[in-house]
């Protein structure tokens, strides 16, 4: 178990040596994780994490190299893969492990084709991932919805993202041109309509939760538009579909993704698509039942 000290986890990593006393459980700073990880994974038959979402990306992506299970504890600020698995704390994880349940989950990937260089950059996610204002517009969703309720909140960050110097980014599909505020891609079906989705039911259902708000003529209705409906309603400001992969090309140079809660920066052509049931974490069985 590689547990991220930047996450804040002492009290749970002490839960979870008092559940599995036999665990070998390794402290290792941010800068470090990624090279714990690798080295765990040389001598582990199950790779045990310990972090918010980002660690978990982190390794996911190495116990695929390594064809490892992945045992997830929560421990960061966000821990929605492992709420969704229905592990909230140590006793879920351990008992899930004593008992061997454990499932094989969807992984999300997205390739990336350099339009300079030709070489792809490839990347992961087990949650989401996006283009456009999305990560800003959850980060004020959030800050607001507990004081205000959560649709009041939504229009509140649009009204924000608009009143900041953010433009919808230009893309093509299917070799048309389009302006978009936003495109989000999640793994696995989420159950709660607009563009901040909640929680899945399916970890392996083989398909990708596309939501895009359309920028084009009159960008800030349209914005405002999809804050008080959600991508789920069909109308020109916006769109939502179920897809086994989707490919984006003419993104400029420098154009910003994000991948559960990581960001990086790509160009040229973009296809996301799917790596049907090619994780097995360990998940409480029972609580489904």
């Known amino acids: 178990m590689v547990t991220n000290t930047g996450a804040g986890t002492p009290q749970r990593v002490k839960a979870l040596r008092d559940a599995l006393p036999e665990a070998e459980v390794v402290v290792a700073e941010p800068a470090d994780v990624g090279a714990e990880l690798e080295k765990a994974a040389a001598r582990a038959t199950v790779l045990g994490v310990c972090g918010g979402d980002?660690?978990?990306?982190?390794?996911?992506?190495?116990?695929?190299?390594?064809?490892?299970p992945l045992a997830v504890l929560p421990g960061g600020t966000l821990n929605h893969f492992a709420y969704d698995l229905g592990v909230e704390d140590a006793h879920d994880l351990a008992?899930?492990?004593?008992?061997?349940?454990?499932?094989?989950?969807?992984?999300?990937?997205?390739?990336?084709?350099?339009?300079?260089?030709?070489?792809p950059k490839e990347g992961y996610f087990l949650n989401t991932f996006s283009m456009g204002v999305y990560p800003e517009l959850v980060r004020q969703r959030e800050h607001w919805s507990s004081r205000i309720g959560g649709k009041p909140a939504s229009v509140l960050a649009?009204?924000?993202?608009?009143?900041?110097?953010?433009?919808?980014?230009t893309a093509q599909f299917r070799g048309k041109d389009r302006a978009l505020w936003m495109l989000f891609a999640g793994n696995c079906t989420y159950h709660r309509p607009g563009f901040t989705p909640g929680r899945r039911l399916d970890l392996a259902d083989g398909l990708l939760d596309v939501r895009i708000v359309h920028?084009?003529?009159?960008?800030?209705a349209r914005l405002l538009a999809a804050a008080l409906t959600g991508p789920e309603v069909r109308s020109p400001a916006q769109a939502a579909a179920r897809l086994p992969r989707l490919r984006v090309d003419g993104l400029g140079e420098g154009t910003?993704?994000?991948?559960?809660?990581?960001?990086?920066?790509?160009?040229?052509?973009?296809?996301?698509?799917?790596?049907?049931?090619a994780l097995t974490v360990y998940r409480p069985l029972s609580n489904l039942r």
């Open 54 to 68: 980002g660690t978990v990306n982190a390794a996911a992506r190495v116990a695929l190299h390594h064809g490892l």
């Open 95 to 119: 008992g899930a492990v004593e008992a061997g349940e454990a499932v094989a989950v969807d992984v999300g990937r997205f390739t990336a084709e350099n339009a300079k260089s030709g070489e």
């Open 158 to 169: 649009a009204l924000k993202i608009l009143r900041s110097d953010e433009h919808p980014l």
């Open 215 to 220: 920028g084009g003529r009159r960008p800030g």
């Open 256 to 277: 910003a993704v994000a991948f559960d809660g990581e960001v990086t920066h790509v160009q040229g052509s973009l296809l996301i698509d799917k790596l049907p049931e």
